[in-house]
């Protein structure tokens, strides 16, 4: 996992060495970071941001990060625009292979169709040299929480007025009478 710019959140593992056990990772946003975060997503406000994560050891060479982000957002409404506020919870889980892994590349090597179980898990991503932005991962299922369309309690569209029928212009009657005599 290669992102553009780096993450407000980013916090590198050392996965070249993982203990059989794995490591357990807790992220706690800062201030500056929960203002960052808002900025890049376009929220009003980030008022806490917890991930709890265990990153351990995949099959031969890979690495497999599962936990939960957690955080209280301000977004505005979509209708009123005033400040609504959303818990987010996710669920991470997540599998890394180092890029030359043959695992990575199996099932793109093979001539023919490829199957893809959308209910299944995701496939591997991957990871150059000896270290994994867990933190990047985190702020990837903490954008995925997010409500594309918060509307707070009771808001609703003004109703839209009744459209009343409209005149018939001269083309139309004109229409009209030919369709019923046909």
């Known amino acids: 996992m290669q992102p553009a710019e780096k993450s407000p959140i ?28 808002a900025d890049v997503h ?4 980030v008022d806490r941001l917890r991930a709890d994560l265990a990153v351990s050891a995949w099959k031969r060479n890979g690495v497999r990060i599962e936990g939960r982000v957690v955080a209280d957002i301000v977004q505005s409404c979509v209708v009123t625009l005033e400040p609504v506020t959303n818990h987010i919870d996710e669920e991470i889980s997540a599998v890394f292979l180092p890029e030359d892994s043959k695992l ?18 995701d496939s591997p991503e991957t990871f150059s040299g000896d270290r994994i932005d867990v933190g990047a991962l985190v702020e990837e299922f903490f954008g995925l929480g997010i409500d594309p369309y918060p509307r707070k309690a009771g808001a609703a569209l003004p109703e839209a007025p009744s459209a009343s029928p409209r005149e018939e212009n001269e083309m139309q009657r004109k229409l009209r009478k030919l369709f019923r005599d046909s």
């Open 104 to 121: 990575g590349r199996e099932s793109f090597d093979v001539g023919g169709e490829i199957m893809i179980d959308v209910d299944g898990p």
């Open 10 to 37: 980013s916090f590198d593992v050392d996965v070249a060495r993982l203990p059989k056990k794995g490591v357990s990772v807790a992220i706690e946003a800062t201030e500056a970071e929960r203002a960052a975060l």
């Open 42 to 45: 376009g929220l009003l406000a």
